[in-house]
């Protein structure tokens, strides 16, 4: 059945890139595949497989039987199994499946409950929306009762 569905979806996805909407057709590393060396594209990539090394493309999305082992920037990064190593991503997206063991820098993120994550989560630029509502500074003055600036 699984089979069947890969097989189904790989001819829409030709179909679909052959028509004037230009839809990508996203490069897939499979189940029983493993790949020694960096990986670079322009489009997608979906990996089901192992991958020793680096990724870097427009959107990642590594499935629930694929892992990373390296460095990985993209614009978007679905991660459904495990990354072993850094992350430089703009939107990432954490499912309960996955297993992060490493560092990601990111503009937004989403994690659902049971995701692992053993390293740091950091938001790259820009100001925290919850701390703009916040003041500035918290001052102690001579009598050691705390103020708002």
Do not use: W
Not at 63 to 85: C, E, H, M, R, T
Not at 98 to 110: E, F, M, R, S
């Amino acid at each position: 059945m699984k089979r069947l569905k890969r097989l189904i979806y790989l001819k829409l996805a030709r179909r679909l890139s052959k028509s004037t909407t230009g839809a990508p057709v996203p490069s897939i590393i499979s189940e029983n595949t493993k790949v020694n060396g960096d990986i670079l594209s322009d489009g997608i990539i979906h990996i089901d497989g192992q991958v020793e090394g680096d990724v870097a493309c427009d959107e990642l999305v590594i499935g629930v039987k694929g892992s990373v082992n390296g460095s990985i920037k993209a614009n978007n990064l679905q991660l459904y199994g495990v990354l072993k190593g850094k992350a430089l991503v703009d939107n990432l997206f954490v499912a309960k499946s996955a297993k992060l063991i490493g560092d990601a820098a990111h503009n937004t993120i989403a994690i659902e409950p049971g995701a692992y994550i053993d390293g740091h989560c950091i938001r790259q630029g820009g100001p925290i929306p919850a701390e703009a509502g916040k003041p500035d500074l918290m001052l102690v003055d001579k009598t050691k009762k705390l103020r708002h600036a």
